[in-house]
């Protein structure tokens, strides 16, 4: 089966997690991405945890990830040499990726108008912190500043009004705002199918994280209102929250008041709840909240999460399980539905990797081979390019690649 983007050439020139990861999505979708790395390697390389497993320690997982199916070339982009390199190379692509500040576009020759001159036709993509236009367009910008911190979901994520600011595990706003550009990426490529001329994409850490608070946006852009943060007793439906089990595992509800309340008494075995005058009505529940919330809790403490999981279930309710990261590999959802694809490495064997979440039903999409090694296609691209060997030696002795 044909991959959907097999016919398609990446320059990539970006680091550590946000922009590579949308280049992942586009190898993983058969994409040739050659990732333009500088002479030493992206900075990312060898930051992320060992796995604890003999044999696995040195394998660099975090890095995989993000750029496995990749091509690494290393050039010194300060370099004028280097620069026509990868506008040579942007002569014969179809996108163009970076994260660069627009002034270090500018500053590398590799700005919309810049590679546009080269290939009319090219999507030029762009993923930044905050934009490329306003006063905050020069702030370089991580996930857990640009995404959680501006964009108030850390403040609304605390516990109660006075709650400490919870931490992100790492990148989950860096591959929110990749999946956001792999859109933006493809509605360039359809125009520039349909028109012949290329286009600008771009998006940022900032936009991406209040485009996922839009329930909350929606509302607080017209009466700018602070958003409440509810403590657990303070939640307006008893049947919306989330409690701890016997055995220290947690779980979530999710289900309508009105439809919701008489099956869930049901479920947990409290009927009687359906009679008691202080939770008669919604109103009545939502007063008595911080009365309820204890009592459930003393209900729940009495099974572990899984025994009460099949409980749940036969009551019809909708619930989800809070599962440690740990866990979630062995679950049997994430199995049946290939969540975490075996990768072949000739050095370390079969491992486990992390599947983009889409899937096509008629077209190969998944990841084809390990992240490349620092410079690894550097020689290879550069003959493809019409380089001979002289030339090559040379740029290699005067550092313009490594």
């Known amino acids: 089966m044909p991959a959907p983007l097999e016919d398609i050439t990446v320059i990539e020139i970006d680091n550590w997690m946000a922009a590579p990861s949308a280049g992942a999505i586009l190898a993983d979708m ?18 992320g945890r060992p796995a604890k497993v003999d044999g696995l320690s040195d394998f660099d997982f975090q890095f995989d990830v993000d750029n496995r199916g990749k091509e690494s070339v290393c050039m010194d982009l300060t370099n004028p040499e280097a620069q026509k390199l990868v506008l040579k190379l942007c002569e014969k692509a179809e996108i163009f990726l970076c994260n660069l500040l627009l002034e270090r576009q500018q500053k590398y020759q590799l700005d919309p108008a810049t590679v546009m001159k080269s290939n009319p036709s090219i999507v030029h993509a762009t ?20 995404f959680f911190g501006r964009s108030g979901l850390y403040d609304a994520m605390r516990e109660g009004e006075t709650g400490i600011v919870p931490m992100a595990r790492p990148a989950q706003g860096d591959h929110t705002a990749g999946l956001a550009l792999v859109g933006a990426i493809l509605g360039g490529l359809r125009v520039a199918e349909k028109t012949g001329t290329g286009q600008a994409v771009e998006t940022s850490l900032f936009e991406t994280a209040v485009w996922t608070q839009a329930s909350d946006y929606c509302t607080t ?44 008494c049901h479920g947990i075995g409290k009927p009687e709840w359906l009679e008691d005058e202080r939770f008669a009505d919604p109103k009545g529940r939502y007063r008595h909240m911080h009365v309820l919330v204890p009592e459930i809790d003393e209900v729940l403490a009495t099974k572990g999460r899984d025994e009460w999981g099949k409980i749940f279930d036969e009551a019809g309710l909708i619930w989800g399980p809070v599962l440690g990261l740990h866990e979630v590999p062995s679950d049997q959802q994430a199995q049946s539905i290939n969540l975490f694809p075996l990768i072949h490495n000739d050095e370390i064997g079969e491992y486990r990797s992390v599947s983009i ?21 550097t020689r290879e691209t550069l003959e493809k390019l019409g380089l001979d060997s002289t030339e090559i030696e040379t740029m290699l002795a005067n550092h313009v690649i490594a």
Request: charged letters at 25%; glycine letters at 10%; aromatic letters at 8%.
């Open 30 to 47: 058969g994409a040739r991405v050659i990732k333009i790395e500088p002479l030493q390697g992206d900075p990312m390389r060898n930051n």
């Open 127 to 146: 993923l930044t912190g905050y934009g490329t236009s306003g006063p905050d367009a020069w702030r370089p910008g991580y996930d857990v500043t640009a």
């Open 221 to 264: 852009a017209v009466d700018e209102a602070p958003v409440r943060k509810r403590a657990r007793d303070q939640m307006l439906l008893p049947t919306a929250n989330r409690y701890p089990c016997g055995d220290g595992k947690w779980i979530v509800f999710n289900m309508p008041e009105a439809s919701g309340w008489p099956k869930f």
């Open 357 to 377: 979440p889409m899937r096509f039903h008629h077209a190969e999409v998944g990841p084809k081979r390990s992240a490349p090694k620092t410079g690894e296609h």
